[in-house]
């Protein structure tokens, strides 16, 4: 359920694991083990200490409320994070990705990034555009509310 909220907020630059396969309980000693903050919908969490609660099934109301919650500067740390794997990326010369994108990808990017875990490569373009769309919406949101 939380698949898509933990891609966006792995692309928006949060530290961020997610396994589906393991339970709420193993989840929560995994949390607490390495000093994260849980992210749930499942209600018997509710009341447990370092879980946040997600009040909605929407992934975009949901980033809202975490980022209420847990404020950081996500321009300055949007796509520094694999969103894949959640392996920190790094910038890598264009000539070196160049035979593992397309030609037209090449042509259009002059920067590009690469996960050191998964391989995947990324570049700005419609990529970039949409996660900063994304990011304005939120952030215009969350004046919103704070202006109330
Ligand atoms: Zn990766």
């Known amino acids: 359920m939380l698949a898509r909220l933990s891609r966006w907020l792995r692309m928006l630059g949060a530290d961020t694991i997610f396994d589906a396969s393991i339970d709420g309980a193993a989840m929560l000693k995994v949390a607490r083990a390495e000093g994260r903050v849980m992210l749930t919908r499942d209600k018997r969490l509710k ?17 809202r409320q975490i980022l209420a919650r847990y404020p950081f500067d996500v321009i300055e740390n949007a796509l520094s994070r694999c969103s894949r794997c959640n392996t920190p990326l790094i910038e890598v010369d264009r000539e070196v990705v160049r035979r593992r994108i397309p030609p037209f990808v ?19 373009g419609t990529h970039r555009e949409r996660i900063f769309g994304e990011i304005r919406k939120i952030a215009l949101d969350l004046s919103q509310k704070i202006d109330k």
């Open 47 to 63: 009341t447990a200490p370092d879980v946040l609660f997600l009040d909605s099934n929407h992934f975009r109301e949901q980033l």
């Open 106 to 124: 090449y042509a259009a990017n002059e920067t590009f990034s690469e996960c050191p875990q998964c391989a995947h490569i990324y570049w700005g």
